[in-house]
Structures are given as structure tokens and as C-alpha cells.
């Protein structure tokens, strides 16, 4: 196992450095310039010398490998120096977003907490409330339960986010007045009551997203539990005179969460980048509302660093699924 | 065996049907049966004809809905099985009556080692602690001889060969000393090699362990090489009872007799093909109201599609459901 997670992580290095490269050409074949929003007036010299500041008068070859040098060398270094107090980073070197010209990384690491609150706490009430539904839905097939199981995972999945958000803000925000419709980021959590007014200001957004996240993965748990529950190894458990549960809760569910798992460690990725809309809808200050402004705003290196960061989740997190599955599977030997 | 020792397990009466989309279908009608202390029961048949349902029914063991088992009684160590309280019905499976099943390769579960999967029943039925099952889980797979049994405890089923998971199946339903064991196709899945030890193992065990044996099976060469009594199944029904000798020599139910028809010989001349029974067996939509097998049977007759025939006794421990009478010279068939 440990020889196959070291193989994949040093296959995991071309991929990441081709995907870089193809982030690199989309973005510099996408059409629009830095400069557009400068006013008119600003005459063409100063405009070429604006050019220039930015480093876009080099060719793309160029850029491109500053910006390799920039995301793998410099600013690891300046995150080991910002830890341990060291002075190993050239400060001029790093990767500067170009609206708000400052460190790009400074921002993201300032945007990640909001997103790591609303969309990864979505995330886990979602899985905690999708495996139970699936469970209880597979176990009583084609009961009241799973009928309304299966009604509202359908409505959950088929029902975009932005017209649940946009519903919930109306409903409970604009007529009832219960949660804020706008999500304050510079709240600070210092006693009791700031604590409820941060849990007020989550709550609509967390269940928009748990709402989306449980659909799809109790469904998943549903189908899985079902595929199990027709085992003959089932029969096998039921004649040694196990109760229900044992049967269900052990012999069952052990062998159907390792597909669920291997869902839930894929969708991880998404938490970070994802959620992009809600964030947009609730006003959340987190890393979807910051790539979406990159994106408006031309802020290429914001764009490309952001965007890698996601691949590059991706991929790790596709390593980690496979290592699980390996983990929960005894039949799966990767050695 | 011994005669006239009262039954373990007696079954009157069995009827269970199954409610599908097309209506009911009667996979057991009827169906009455016992079976003696440690006495080996053939149970034969042709796919379909209610074998597995018959043994599933009186133990609790098919899904319901869409399996509904609605009448008779089952009678085992003076109960009746089927209105007993759930928790009873527990403990006597696998505590007093152990399964076996068809393919080895699916019964067992993969994320478990085998050992727990041994100790499971014996910590829940004979309350062992873990030292005291995994101890008599090993010596279990010893029994059904499996080499170093104690290392192959920690071992998932995916590391055994079909034959090895068959043994340790046994071992699963050995593990509490049962009374009966109900064995269902367990060679089937097996080739001919692996089913001759598995044969063999069995009838040493019973040699040495002396519980009642249920074995059901299509292999009627198997049936000859074990059992002690057999009874024949048709369309969800018992046509015939008779001690194996005499199963074999005598055969009455021309069910039977086409059956032991069937067995391709060896050492015979080369034959143009195999004998078959033409026709198909029977739909069971309705519960019987004729002879079953009168469509295929040669010696069918009018009285044949007005009545389903009773079992009626037609030597010692011999009993068929039929109305023809093969003449005395045609008995040798």
C-alpha cells in the first residue's frame, strides 16, 4: 500500500504540470484584456508600460515558467518562512493578484475559513443525513419512507441551488425576517451571542448545500445497500440466527459503504471549489466568490493559481479514494 | 438408522406462496415430511420444483413479502417453528439447525475474516467469549480439515478456493452443534474432484457428530452415494418417499422413473444422446387440482386430470403420489 501511494504520487507530479500548462493555454486563448477596465484616456505608451509592470510584454513560454518558479518554488518557501520564521522566500518573487495587488495566496488563505465553514459543514451534514436516509430507504424498499425518501432527493438534485437559495432568502429572510440574507464575513465568534448570530447567518446557506449533498449521496447509499442487500452472503448471516440488525447494520452496511466512501472522499474536492453559486447567492466571502471575481475581473494569476489549487485537490483526493478503497476492501490489494 | 425413533423435525402440511406481479404462484403445496435423529434425507428434484423454497420456509428464511408461507406446521424439539416468536426462530437457526448453501463462493461475507465469521454464531448462540470462540472456531476448520487452521482464522473468504469456503461454510454450520443440517445444492457450485471430498467429509462428520442431515440436490448419483431416505419433489409437491434402495430398484412415480432414466451411464453402450423427460415443468399459478405431472407422464389416464393424488403407501417406509399401478414385471426399471 505504501509502495502504491508513493508510485501515485510521483505520477501525480506530469499530471499536475499538464494540467497547469493546459490551465495556462485556456486562460491566455481566453479572450479579454488586464487593462480593459483603465480609462480610455490613458494614453497607448502608458498603457505598453502598464503591460510591461505586469510582466505581459514576455512571451507565454516565459510567463509560463515564471509562474511554475512562482507556485512551486517561491511560494512554498515563503510559507516556510512565514511558519518558522525564516527568510528563505525573495518577497518580490511571489504571485500577485492583479485586482487586488496583493500576494494571491494571502487572499486565498484569508477567503478559505468562510468556505471551509458553510460549504465543508454543508458537506458533512449532508453525509451524515444521506447515509441513514439510504440505509432506512433500501432496508424498507418501496415504502412511505423511501417514497418520500426518493421524492425529495429527486427535487434536492433536480432543483439548481441558486432557485433553492434564492427561495430560502425570500421565505425566510425577506418575509419572516428569521436569518440574514447576507452573509457577514467580518463577524468575529467572541462570546455566546456572536456565536448565534454566525449560526443564524450559516443556516440557510449550509442547508441549500446539505440539502444538494444529501440528495445525491443518499441515493447512492440507497443503491449500494440494495445491490447487498441480495447477496447470498446476507442469506448466510440471517441462517447463523444473526438479528436484523447485525445483518443490516454490520454484514450490510460494511460492505456497501465502500462505494459511498469512495463517493464522499471524490466529492471533498468540490467543498473548495464548488459551491461557487451558493456562495454568490448568500454573499459568502469564501474562494467560489473569489475565482468568480478573478474571472470578472481578468486577475489572471488569481485565476490560474486558484484553478491549479483545485486540480490539484482533485487529484489528491482521487489518490485518497483509491487508498480507501484498498483500506475497506480486503479483496483490493494494490501491492 | 433407527425406525420409529421419534422425529427431530417434523413437517406438516407446508404451503407457501410467492405474490408476484402475475399473480400467486404456490412454489410448496402441501408438503409433509420428517426426519430422524441422524438420519441422512435425500431431497430431489428438478429446478424448480420447490426444493430450496420447502427447506427456506420452515426455517424463516425466504424475504416476505414476496414470499408468504401460509400453512402447516413445523414441529422441532416441540415447537412449532412457524409461530414462534422471532427470537426463538434465531436462536434455533444456526444454533440447532445449521445451513449450508449452493455457491460457496457468494455465501460468505468479503470484508470479514473467516474467523469471525466462524466465532459469530458461537459468541451469539453459546455465549463464548472471543478467546473461546476464536479457540473453537480453529478447531472447527481443523474438523472440516483445513490445513493451518489457526493462521487461516486471520484470512478473508476471497483467499479460500470454492472448495476450501465450502468447508468453512460447514464449519459455520457446525460451529453449535446443531441437531439438523440442512445442506442445499452444496456441491453443485463444486467440480466433480472438490465435490467428492466435500462428500466424503460430510459423511464423516456425520460419522462423528451424529446429527440429521437434509441434503438437497438434483445429482441423483450423489443421492445413491449418501442418503439414507429420499424424497422426490414435482411441481412443489412430494410424489414420492422411499428408503434409497428402494428408491432405486422400485422406483412407483413415473416421475421417478424417468428421472433415474436421466443418469447418463458410463460404462453403457454409446448412446445417441441423453435420455431427457419431454415437456416442461409445470407453471404453479394456481394450487393443484390435478396430477402435476400428468402433461409429461406416458401413463396418465382420465382419472389423472380430475383429482391430484394422494401419498399413499406402497411398501415399508414407501409412499407414492400416484394412481398407476405399474404391473409387477415393470417393477424392475
Known amino acids: 500500500m505504501l509502495t502504491y501511494t508513493i508510485r501515485r504520487l510521483l505520477i501525480a507530479i506530469p499530471t499536475l504540470l499538464f494540467i497547469s500548462l493546459v490551465i495556462f493555454l485556456i486562460l491566455e486563448m481566453a479572450p479579454g484584456d488586464p487593462l480593459a477596465d483603465q480609462p480610455l484616456t490613458v494614453p497607448p505608451e502608458v498603457r505598453e508600460k502598464m503591460r510591461a509592470a505586469l510582466g505581459l510584454d514576455q512571451p507565454a513560454w516565459v510567463r509560463y515558467l515564471l509562474w511554475l518558479k512562482q507556485f512551486f518554488w517561491t511560494e512554498p518557501l515563503h510559507l516556510v518562512d512565514s511558519l518558522f520564521g525564516t527568510a528563505f522566500a525573495d518577497p518580490t518573487g511571489r504571485i500577485v493578484s492583479w485586482q487586488f495587488r496583493a500576494p494571491a495566496m494571502d487572499i486565498i488563505w484569508q477567503r478559505l475559513p468562510q468556505t471551509l465553514w458553510v460549504v465543508g459543514l454543508a458537506y458533512v451534514v449532508g453525509v451524515v443525513i444521506a447515509v441513514p436516509i439510504g440505509i432506512i430507504s433500501a432496508y424498507r424498499q418501496y415504502s412511505w419512507f423511501d417514497n418520500l425518501g426518493t421524492f425529495v432527493s429527486m427535487v434536492g438534485f433536480s432543483v439548481p441551488t441558486f432557485f433553492t437559495g434564492v427561495v430560502l432568502i425570500i421565505v425566510f429572510a425577506v418575509n419572516l425576517h428569521w436569518f440574514p440574507s447576507i452573509y457577514d464575513t467580518t463577524l468575529k465568534v467572541t462570546d455566546w451571542e456572536s456565536f448565534l448570530k454566525q449560526a443564524r447567518q450559516m443556516v440557510m446557506p449550509v442547508t441549500v448545500l446539505a440539502l444538494f449533498n444529501a440528495s445525491q449521496i443518499s441515493r447512492f447509499m440507497r443503491a449500494s445497500m440494495l445491490d447487498n442487500l441480495q447477496q447470498d452472503y446476507v442469506r448466510t448471516a440471517r441462517a447463523k440466527g444473526m438479528s436484523e440488525k447485525v445483518v443490516v447494520l454490520r454484514h450490510v452496511l460494511r460492505n456497501s459503504l465502500i462505494p459511498v466512501v469512495t463517493v464522499i472522499a471524490l466529492g471533498i474536492p468540490t467543498i473548495f471549489g464548488g459551491a461557487i453559486i451558493t456562495e454568490q447567492v448568500f454573499k459568502v466571502n469564501g474562494l467560489g466568490q473569489l475565482l468568480i471575481t478573478a474571472i470578472y475581473a481578468n486577475d489572471l494569476p488569481m485565476v490560474q493559481t486558484l484553478t491549479f489549487i483545485f486540480a490539484a485537490l482533485t487529484v489528491l483526493f482521487n489518490l485518497i479514494a483509491d487508498v480507501l478503497y484498498g483500506v475497506l476492501d480486503p479483496r483490493i490489494r494494490y501491492d | ?333
Open chain 2, 1 to 333: 438408522m433407527p425406525d420409529g425413533a421419534s422425529p427431530v423435525l417434523d413437517v406438516k402440511g407446508l404451503k407457501t406462496v410467492f405474490r408476484t406481479r402475475g399473480g400467486e404462484v404456490h412454489a410448496v403445496n402441501s408438503v409433509s415430511f420428517d426426519l430422524k435423529p441422524g438420519e441422512l434425507l435425500g431431497v430431489v428434484g428438478e429446478s424448480g420444483s420447490g426444493k430450496s423454497v420447502t427447506m427456506m420456509s420452515l426455517i424463516g428464511l425466504l424475504p416476505s413479502p414476496p414470499a408468504d408461507v401460509r400453512a402447516g406446521e413445523v414441529l422441532f424439539g416441540g415447537t412449532d417453528l412457524l409461530r414462534c416468536p422471532q427470537d426463538h426462530l434465531r436462536a434455533v437457526r444456526g444454533g440447532e439447525i445449521g445451513f449450508i448453501f449452493q455457491d460457496p463462493m457468494t455465501s460468505l461475507n468479503p470484508v470479514f475474516t473467516v474467523g469471525f465469521q466462524i466465532m459469530e454464531p458461537l459468541r451469539k448462540h453459546m455465549g463464548m467469549d472471543k478467546a473461546a470462540a476464536r479457540k473453537r472456531a480453529q478447531e472447527l476448520l481443523e474438523l472440516v480439515g483445513i490445513p493451518d487452521a489457526r493462521r487461516r482464522l486471520d484470512d478473508f473468504p476471497h483467499q479460500f478456493s470454492g472448495g476450501m469456503r465450502q468447508r468453512v461454510m460447514i464449519a459455520i454450520a457446525l460451529a453449535c452443534d446443531p441437531k439438523v443440517l440442512i445442506a442445499d445444492e452444496p456441491t453443485t457450485a463444486l467440480d466433480v474432484t472438490i465435490q467428492a471430498q466435500i462428500l466424503e467429509l460430510v459423511r464423516e462428520l456425520r460419522r462423528k457428530l451424529g446429527m440429521a442431515i437434509v441434503w438437497i440436490t438434483h445429482d441423483l448419483g450423489v443421492i445413491a452415494g449418501i442418503a439414507d431416505r429420499v424424497i422426490v419433489m414435482y411441481g412443489g409437491q412430494i410424489v414420492e418417499q422411499a428408503p434409497v434402495k428402494d428408491l432405486f430398484h422400485r422406483p412407483r412415480h413415473p416421475y421417478t422413473r424417468a428421472l433415474l432414466k436421466t443418469i447418463p451411464s458410463v460404462r453403457g453402450e454409446r448412446e445417441a444422446k441423453l435420455n431427457v423427460i419431454e415437456g416442461q415443468p409445470p407453471i404453479l399459478i394456481a394450487a393443484p387440482t390435478a396430477c402435476s405431472f400428468r402433461a409429461r407422464c406416458p401413463h396418465a389416464f382420465d382419472r389423472c386430470a380430475r383429482e391430484n393424488p394422494a401419498r399413499r403407501p406402497v411398501g415399508p417406509g414407501h409412499d407414492v403420489a400416484c394412481f398407476w399401478d405399474p404391473a409387477p414385471e415393470a417393477s424392475d426399471a
